[in-house]
């Protein structure tokens, strides 16, 4: 199953290479009001070795990845949608030719917001956001010749839905901060099969009680209101080439101010050529509900990209 999987993620990536060969063609009904944009692609990586005496792991990795905005603006109202995908894969042989597939990052973030200016730099907002991931991971044991594993997540396990409403401010096109008093959030388990398992010592529950992602034993759906979300974008290019994205979300449960969750995705992008680009991503994350330490990954992958 996994290296149908990892074949089924490269011939897409291929896909994409092939469209890159294309131009897109754009619809005569399209409603010119709606200013869209978007930019997808997959990178590569592969290592091989024949009789290297200092040793060494045959490998090879693919990542796929997609973003899509739509944004239309009528009188002192704004829609904006956006949707971004990204899904990698490295798959290793060890040294039995056994060859063992592994995900590298995975992530499905959905956003659509309706403001409305109360001056030149800010708005009133209405805002609903939904994160996830598209496959399962496993973990495996420290010993894996045991064979040992167990799910650490998978599709809506966990997933966080939010609704918020607050003000907006954006002083510069390439930048704005959403302010929320009592936004709403809800964290969803629906797979029993995934075992994250936390013993929150920190939010005064009993140290046998286990949770997942802070839902507990039993059910599937865990809902906190925020004393104050604050979500903060940048995107923009910093030097000809290079662009850089940044989302940096806080939020503080009234109940656990001492404890707020801080999350920042970091994305650089820079073009080789019209269709060649190396990126690099940066995620931090710190939710007590899932650990007491700091959370990162990092990224970095050269291949296609399309943008427009």
């Known amino acids: 199953m996994k290296i149908k999987i990892f074949t089924l993620s490269v011939l897409c990536a291929i896909s994409l290479a092939t469209q890159a060969q294309t131009k897109e063609a754009v619809s005569a009904n399209a409603d010119p009001s709606w200013k ?26 693919s990542n796929i990845f997609g973003n899509y905005k739509i944004e239309k603006t009528k009188g002192k109202g ?44 800010w708005s009133w907002f209405g805002n609903l956001n939904f994160q996830s991931q598209f496959y399962e991971i496993e973990n495996y044991d420290k010993s894996e010749a045991k ?7 998978s599709i809506f396990s966990p997933a966080y839905i939010t609704e918020a409403l607050g003000v907006e401010w954006k002083p510069v096109s390439y930048f704005n901060m959403s302010i929320s008093p009592g936004a709403f959030r809800q964290t969803i388990v629906l797979n029993n099969n995934v075992r994250k398992i936390y013993k929150a010592k920190s939010t005064g529950l009993d140290s046998t009680e286990a949770k997942t992602f802070g839902v507990e034993k039993g059910k599937s759906v865990y809902n906190e209101i925020a004393l104050l979300q604050v ?44 269709y060649i680009s190396t990126n690099l991503d940066f995620n931090f994350l710190y939710d007590d509900d899932q650990s007491l330490e700091i959370q990162t990954a990092f990224n970095f992958g050269i291949g296609l990209l399309i943008k427009k």
């Open 231 to 274: 979500v903060s974008s940048f995107d923009k290019d910093i030097v000809k080439n290079v662009n850089l994205k940044l989302r940096h979300t806080l939020f503080a449960n009234y109940k656990r101010l001492a404890h707020i969750d801080n999350r920042l995705d970091a994305k650089i992008t820079a073009k080789v050529n019209d």
């Open 36 to 61: 869209k944009s978007y930019s997808y692609g997959a990178n590569f990586s592969a290592a091989k070795f024949s009789n290297w005496q200092a040793g060494g792991q045959n490998a090879i990795g």
């Open 147 to 153: 064979g040992i594993q167990s799910l650490s997540s």
């Open 78 to 121: 704004t829609w904006t949608h956006e949707a971004q995908g990204q899904i990698g894969f490295l798959g290793t042989e060890n040294d039995k030719k056994e060859f063992k597939v592994k995900k590298t990052i995975d992530r499905l973030f959905l956003d659509s917001k309706y403001s409305r200016k109360i001056s030149d730099k």
